[in-house]
């Protein structure tokens, strides 16, 4: 069974590609804005109310570049500062991250019961 499948039967969960970080994290002031309005999430992931519960990033190879690493940063002191984290998925990792990913999903949809 697909993964991103499993993940919205097992736990009636939404998975929403590509947002952007602005839709996610809002703010009045324009120096933040202009910070955040062009980067994007690979995968949020929302309960059935569009709470996200995890946000999910797939760095292939280019993400060892150094702007790249610049970006990842940014985007995770973004994340941080609404008290979020950005869960990677690294080259080579997936059955690893999927893993992960099923775990920490179970865990918080425990909570939320």
Known sequence: MNFSKRITDQY????FPK???SDIISTNNKSDLGKINSKHIDFTICTK???????????DLSHNTDKAI???NKKAIIFKS?????????PGKRNEAL???NKILKD????LK
């Open 99 to 101: 893993f992960s990913i």
């Open 108 to 111: 918080k949809t425990d909570y």
């Open 12 to 15: 009636e969960l939404y998975i």
């Open 82 to 90: 609404i008290g979020k984290s950005i869960f990677r998925v690294k």
């Open 19 to 21: 947002i952007r970080i």
């Open 70 to 72: 610049e970006n990842d």
């Open 49 to 59: 109310n569009s709470t996200p519960l995890l946000f999910v990033e797939l760095d």
